[in-house]
């Protein structure tokens, strides 16, 4: 990858230009032309070294409902069951992982209660049990990847506070992400683009954006990189048996670790599943995940139970949230 790309990548993971011609300012801080900025971008989003660029929502901010859920797909099924899981539109990410448990997937949908009827709709489908982790506690959400080799950073990015409730969606709001869930448009203006596609204003557009952003519905606005494409070969899934009593002043901790992209309280599933503490880890090596959880390891001691590390296999699926 040239020095360009990985510089735009560097720069452009988060606080996206709220403003008439975002692009241009961004290109004139990296010091290109904003034609070469577009050029680039849309070769980085056609050679899958992005996966996406644009607003990413938070569900639950927004008075939906969000959820991680595993099955176990029989080698022979697994491919069949990961095209049925991923044809569903609430389903936002998928991963196979090394596991009994071998398929991991995210449920967003727009009202709490379709969660259940999605992880039923699953079951039905392919008979095989559905084991819902929905979140009880988030300590930390934020990773960014550095394109050149160097190790990825932890940034936070708006999260659902404790006193925080989920705000209801005016029908501007529903147009407004139904318009940009995608991605933005690669064009000069692109929330001028926007406001043509809901019939409505430029500044209406931006300033909305910005109120959701301040809110918390949207986490950041931004590119998110494929990992696997910038050498983060190594995708783990820690999880860890903490006590209850425990567990929350532990997990703001493990959250706090630089290299922790994700960090949740999920409940147990026993006697299937023990762990009840999840963080998220990236490297470039599972030699050095190995080393990231021997220091998450100490940093738990005997409170630590015991634990596992689900390494990813595959990315079958990663898109944003999607509202029909």
């Keep these: 990858m040239d020095t360009l790309s990985k510089n735009i990548i560097r720069h452009l993971q988060i606080d996206f230009p709220l403003c008439s011609r975002p692009y241009q300012q961004t290109a004139s801080r990296l010091g290109i032309t904003e034609d070469i900025l577009l050029t680039q971008l849309r070769d980085l989003l056609d050679n899958k070294i992005l996966s996406r ?32 899981v991923n044809s569903l539109p609430e389903v936002a990410h998928n991963y196979a992982r090394e596991h009994e448990l071998n398929m991991w997937f ?13 992880i039923n709709k699953i079951h039905l489908h392919t008979g095989l049990p559905v084991y819902d982790f929905p979140k009880q506690k988030e300590y930390y959400l934020g990773l960014k990847l550095n394109p050149d080799g160097q190790a990825a950073e932890s940034f936070a990015v708006n999260t659902l506070k404790k006193n925080q409730t ?11 992400i139904q318009a940009t869930q995608a991605g933005l448009a690669l064009c000069a203006q692109p929330y001028q683009e926007v406001a043509n596609q809901i019939g409505s204003d430029e500044n209406s557009v931006i300033q909305r954006l910005q109120t959701m952003l301040e809110q ?13 494409k910038l050498g983060y070969c190594s995708n783990g899934m820690t999880v860890w048996d903490v006590k209850d009593d425990v567990v929350d002043a ?49 940093l738990l001691g005997a409170h630590n139970q015991q634990h596992d590390v689900l390494f990813s296999r595959k990315i079958l699926k990663k898109t944003g949230l999607r509202f029909s």
């Design 53 to 84: 660029f644009g607003p990413l929502y938070h569900a639950e901010r927004l008075g939906g409902g969000l959820t991680l859920a595993a099955l176990r797909a029989a080698e022979h099924e697994f491919d069949a069951v990961a095209d049925y």
């Design 166 to 176: 989920s705000a209801s969606l005016e029908s501007f709001d529903r147009l407004l």
């Design 106 to 118: 995210v449920i967003a949908t727009e009202k709490p209660e379709d969660i259940a009827r999605v």
């Design 216 to 228: 918390g519905m949207i986490r950041r606005i931004g590119v998110v990189p494929n990992h696997y």
């Design 250 to 298: 532990l997990g703001q901790q493990v959250g706090q670790l630089d290299f922790v992209s994700h960090c949740y309280r999920r409940p147990r599933h026993l006697p299937k599943w023990p762990y009840n503490l999840f963080a998220m880890v990236h490297a470039r090596s599972h030699e050095e995940i190995q080393q990231q959880i021997e220091k998450i390891k100490t």
